[in-house]
């Protein structure tokens, strides 16, 4: 297929394998950032081609992943109710609640739809007058621009029976909380290309450099991230840490303007819950004020809600690039995705949903080399070069 | 039909590591739609509920038809029923899919299809001339395939008790003299051979259903495979059961029947994501919409597995015939990893490619 074959050149990959092999001279441990970019390592099994001791650990970018179980209890809440009509991005329907999930919901007769553009809740609350369509906005910088273009349809055009249940994410302060943790063991990273085709990488100048970690923005495709891996090892090997620019056939450091403006229009940055990580300060967005009219955590009597995570789930930690799916002990057994006991097992695009689908047949890559890397601090790994 | 093995799962109040936390879901107390997607949770119902029920030999192998001897023939039998939303596609139709289905469980075991039934169960204010054209389109289908109608029944329920029409038909045939085919035969050495094109079906419904329009518009697969079967049977060889396995793959697509017949058959798979056949526009619909072409569903496709010296043969029968044109090894049978199916990715990894659980859920981004 145009412009995707190009970039699953099993030669060409074969080429930057060497390259990488052919420049490092220690381990290395890197996170990739994106969701996306985590199903198409495992997807293509790019992590049993990269040299030994250059190891790929997920990050937090799978949306629905790290979407707060409380929340999706005050989804399932809305759901129930008889006058609603509760419309939501696929992946979200299997993420379990404190009760059952939204297919559960469906099946006891809510009315639950997949969506594939928040835009569609327009015609549904049009041809649905007496009902109240409520839409679970979540995600990343990546699907804010097309969430925020319905609310502010919904306030433009008057439409009083649409409304969002926000819960939307920012990856700069999730990168921040990762490298300030000193259980990090992250050393560089592989940025999140759709999220920066929005945003533009300007704002991950300042965290490369307090941090003093490499961030090379990375597309999805084998090479992309073959290319990002290899750039990434690269800027370790020198001793750099700066943010370079892999998917430069798609985004720029500022950005889509136009999606910015509405992002701000209808959003401001607030305090956001992770599942599995918690409370990060001014790490997501909610609607502003204007929109209260169409802010379903307003409109319907959710705010009593609240909800503890599973002890066992180690989604978090993983999150966070701490651990892998491997080391959890109900990975594959009581958790498997047909009863996914934490996020990261519900989505394709969750670290271990992807392990289990595409990796269960590996053994761990090396569990000692993890705590060899784990002697030498991240400051130390990345400044005794510097 | 489809069984998978699968792990017990624990009873979450007896496991001492869950103290108070909030129980996740282990058991649906209702039928979602994901059991009817033939994958983990239909095979989750078969398991747990029919065959306990109804259990005896012939049920327990489990595939797609049963083969009955009945003085000295051997008889096909199966059945099938049709809830397809919309009931127009592109390439088909519900009625002509009623006969195509059932026409190619029958096939699967190498049987020559003969008599079908039908039953309708119809919604109140369907309209008239869309039933005619759907019993048009099945009488067309079935002169094309050679079998008759020769028995039915038709209900009507309330106006929003049903979705306009669902049809169930039920099919028998015979199975030739040496021909055995089961999804247990399956042995190391193997070769894997795939009829043409993956995904056509599923993305035809789905680009309908959605309203969603890509270049090159996405026909249905669906057609009677028998013909096929019956050159693929015909090669020329010393002894006639170089033909171990058939299968038609449906609802969970390729990667869900490779599953299933790796684990009824106890052998490994290994595939080569090259050599398998997906339409351009197919796999530019997937892209878009976060699916993977080896768990969408097909009506005119079959997966073999042939005697590996025989295989170079039966794909050159296969591609003389118009429904195999497009035929590939696509893999072969090993003796690692039973029960599990692996594919050489294009890139060169290898990844696991397992049965589908529920529904096909689009991705976010």
Not at chain 2, 188 to 195: H, N, R
Not at chain 2, 222 to 239: D, R
Not at chain 2, 281 to 291: D, F, K, Q
């Amino acid at each position: 297929m145009k412009y995707l074959d190009e970039y699953r050149d099993g030669d060409i990959a074969a080429k930057i394998v060497a390259e990488m092999r052919r420049i490092q001279t220690r381990p290395w441990v890197l996170m990739e950032v994106c969701g996306g970019q985590t199903h198409s390592i495992v997807k293509n099994g790019i992590d049993q081609l990269l040299p030994e001791g250059v190891e790929l650990v997920h990050g937090p970018g799978c949306p629905v992943c790290v979407t707060p179980l409380e929340m999706i209890d005050k989804a399932h809440a809305i759901a129930r109710l008889p006058d609603v009509i509760f419309c939501s991005f696929g992946d979200m329907l299997r993420v379990p609640g404190s009760d059952g999930d939204l297919f559960t919901i469906k099946s006891s007769g809510g009315d639950v739809r997949i969506v594939y553009s928040p835009l569609d809740c327009i015609k549904i609350a049009r041809a649905n007058p007496a009902k109240q369509i409520v839409f679970f906005a979540i995600g990343f910088e990546t699907t804010a621009p097309a969430n925020a273009m319905l609310a502010w349809r919904a306030f433009e055009e008057k439409i009083t029976n649409v409304s969002l249940l926000v819960s939307h994410v920012l990856v700069p302060p999730a990168l921040e909380a990762i490298l300030a943790s000193p259980e990090n063991r992250v050393q560089g990273f592989l940025g999140p290309g759709h999220v920066c085709a929005v945003m533009g990488y300007g704002e991950y100048l300042p965290i490369s450099a307090r941090y003093k970690a490499p961030i090379v923005v990375t597309g999805f495709e084998p090479l992309d991230i073959l290319e990002g891996t290899l750039m990434t090892v690269k800027q370790l090997e020198e001793g750099r840490a700066v943010v370079e620019n892999q998917y430069s056939r798609i985004l720029n450091q500022t950005g889509n303007l136009p999606a910015q403006q509405l992002i701000a229009k209808v959003f401001e940055v607030s305090d956001r819950k992770w599942r599995g990580i918690g409370n990060i300060p001014r790490s997501g967005y909610r609607l502003r004020a204007e929109f209260a009219a169409h802010d379903a955590e307003k409109l319907f009597d959710v705010a009593e809600i609240a909800t503890l995570e599973p002890e066992i789930c180690i989604s978090g930690e993983i999150l966070r690039g701490i651990r892998k799916p491997h080391d959890c002990p109900a990975f594959g057994t009581l958790c498997n995705p047909q009863h996914p006991l934490g996020a990261t097992m519900v989505s394709a695009e969750g670290a271990c949903a992807a392990y289990y689908a595409y990796g269960r047949h590996l053994k761990p890559r090396s569990a000692d080399a993890l705590h060899r890397i784990d002697a030498v601090p991240v400051a130390a790994a990345t400044g005794d070069r510097a | 039909m489809a069984i998978t093995e699968e792990t017990p799962q624990p009873e979450p109040a007896a496991s001492p590591l869950f103290g108070s936390c909030p129980i996740p879901i282990f058991e649906h107390k209702q039928i979602v739609l994901g059991h009817g997607s033939g994958g983990k949770l239909t095979a989750d119902l078969i398991d747990k509920i029919f065959l306990p029920a109804f259990r005896n030999p012939i049920l327990d192998k489990l595939d797609d038809q049963a083969v009955l001897t009945i003085g000295d023939s051997r008889i096909a039998f199966t059945t099938d029923s049709f809830v397809v939303t919309p009931i127009f596609f592109p390439g088909g139709d519900i009625g002509r899919l009623a006969v195509h289905g059932t026409v190619n469980d029958l096939a699967m075991s190498g049987a020559q299809p003969l008599y079908l039934s039908a039953a309708f169960i119809l919604e109140e204010g369907l309209h008239v001339d869309d039933l005619r054209r759907i019993v048009e389109s099945m009488r067309a289908a079935a002169a094309a395939a050679g079998v008759q109608f020769v028995t039915g029944d038709t209900k009507v329920v309330d106006r929003g008790k049903g979705d306009q029409i669902f049809i169930n038909t039920t099919g028998i045939g015979v199975v030739p003299p040496g021909v055995s085919i089961s999804a247990d035969r399956a042995r190391p050495g193997d070769a894997i051979l795939l009829s043409g094109y993956l995904g056509d079906h599923g993305m035809a419904i789905m680009s309908q259903r959605e309203g969603l329009e890509f270049e090159g518009a996405i026909e249905s697969d669906c057609a009677s495979l028998h013909t096929l079967v019956s050159a693929m049977l015909a090669t020329p060889s010393v002894t006639p059961d170089f033909l171990h396995c058939l299968r038609d793959p449906t609802r969970g697509g390729a990667a869900t029947t490779l599953n299933e017949i790796a684990k009824r058959a106890g052998v490994g798979m290994l595939l080569n994501e090259r050599a398998i056949p997906v339409r351009e526009s197919v796999r530019g619909a997937c892209e878009v919409l976060g699916l993977d072409p080896l768990y969408v569903a097909n009506e005119g496709k079959l997966l073999a597995i042939v005697r590996a010296d025989m295989a170079a043969a039966v794909l050159a029968r296969m591609r003389a015939h118009p429904l195999g044109q497009d035929a590939a090894i696509v893999g072969e049978v090993v003796a690692d990893h039973p029960g599990m199916v692996l594919m050489k990715t294009e890139v060169g990894g290898t990844r696991v490619l397992d049965v589908m659980f529920g529904e096909q859920l689009p991705r976010i981004c």
